[in-house]
């Protein structure tokens, strides 16, 4: 059964780090488009940032560019989310997603495959 698995959320202070992973089992997760995204209480889910499945191509929120950073170990069939520089406007919840098409896409709509998502708080 295919499934994504999110990990690394957890309370963190204004300005620090935290390193989101998206685990993938039941199928091999370098075939798909990877994105994050995000969800804060009484907002829609909106795109933070997508990888292709190479590896070779990015895209990032205007409001994470310079923040985030995403990458992909095919080989541990792992996504990651390196997020630093974390605001309190970064609070909510992480969902990581799949989607067979070969295009990077911000658009929720577009992606089959969901997590369970992981609780991202930044807060002094």
């Known amino acids: 059964q295919l499934q994504l698995v999110e990990s690394g959320g957890g309370l963190v202070q204004p300005g620090g780090s935290l390193r989101l992973s998206c685990a993938a089992s039941?199928?091999?997760?370098?075939?798909?488009?990877i994105g994050w995204f995000r969800q804060a209480p009484g907002k829609e889910r909106e795109g933070v940032s997508c990888?292709?499945?190479?590896?070779?191509?990015?895209n990032y929120a205007d409001s994470v560019k310079g923040r985030f950073i995403i990458s992909r170990d095919n080989d541990k069939n792992t996504v990651y989310l390196q997020m630093s520089s974390l605001k309190p406007e970064d609070t909510a919840f992480y969902y990581c997603?799949?989607?067979?098409?070969?295009?990077?896409?911000?658009?929720?709509?577009?992606?089959?495959?969901w997590g369970q998502g992981t609780q991202v708080t930044v807060s002094s």
């Open positions: 990888i292709n499945s190479s590896g070779g191509r990015t």
């Open positions: 997603a799949a989607r067979t098409s070969p295009y990077c896409s911000m658009t929720k709509d577009s992606y089959s495959y």
């Open positions: 039941g199928f091999t997760l370098r075939n798909y488009v």
